[in-house]
């Protein structure tokens, strides 16, 4: 699990998040939900130890800077080394953790060979996402962030997504954040929704009356 205990975070006198205690449940998908520009990627950015902050953010009561190489996020931009091409990027962000056979039998799941031979300047934004995924698969992550993963994905490419998210699941801790809510809505166990300078969880009671996008509009909910 990932654990927030007396999380805050602010930019100057600007309060993005007051003090909250937050669990992030193991061996499950949770998906956080907000308005653009509400701090979803920040807090991201704060569990991926990209940004400062005040509390102290666990990994099944541990530090991410013992748990750094367990953890992995994919970004919506899925930044990359523009002038290596998609193997070639694979090859160094793997680290000597899997081969070079192996690399590229797992990248051609998710591109074909012709494409993972290109630079990834010349990519498309879906194709990125399609590398970054690869990423995922040859890292093998214990804890897996995901901001607006569904993003320049086809139909039949989030359904395989979806598909492998609910496989992972059973080794990993999972959190994303999107828009796509009729995505989320098939494979979200756990619902949190940014509301003004904190993060509500939603009660399953709730979830089973209402649908996300219901739930993202929906004025009662106190925060």
Request: one cysteine or more.
């Amino acid at each position: 699990m990932i654990e927030l205990i007396q999380y805050q975070k602010q930019y100057g006198k600007k309060v993005i998040y007051h003090p909250i205690d937050l669990v992030i449940p193991e061996h499950s998908i949770s998906f956080l939900m907000g308005k653009n520009g509400c701090g979803k990627t920040t807090l991201l950015k704060c569990i991926a130890g990209l940004e400062s902050y005040r509390g102290e953010i666990l990994f099944n009561g541990k530090p991410l800077s013992t748990v750094r190489e367990e953890c992995f996020v994919v970004w919506d931009d899925s930044p990359c080394y523009p002038n290596l091409t998609g193997l070639q990027n694979l090859y160094v962000l793997c680290e000597k953790r899997s081969s070079k056979a192996k690399i590229q039998q797992v990248a051609e799941k998710y591109l074909e060979y012709a494409v993972l031979k290109r630079k990834v300047k010349s990519y498309s934004y879906g194709q990125r996402k399609k590398l970054m995924l690869a990423l995922v698969d040859l890292l093998e992550p214990t804890y897996l962030v995901m901001d607006e993963i569904s993003n320049g994905l086809d139909i039949d490419m989030m359904d395989e997504l979806a598909n492998h998210l609910m496989e992972l699941k059973s080794r990993c801790t999972i959190l994303l954040t999107g828009h796509q809510f009729s995505f989320y809505e098939k494979i979200a166990e756990h619902i949190f929704l940014k509301k003004s300078e904190t993060v509500v969880y939603i009660s399953p009671e709730k979830r089973a009356t209402k649908s996300l996008e219901e739930l993202y509009h929906d004025k009662t909910i106190e925060s």
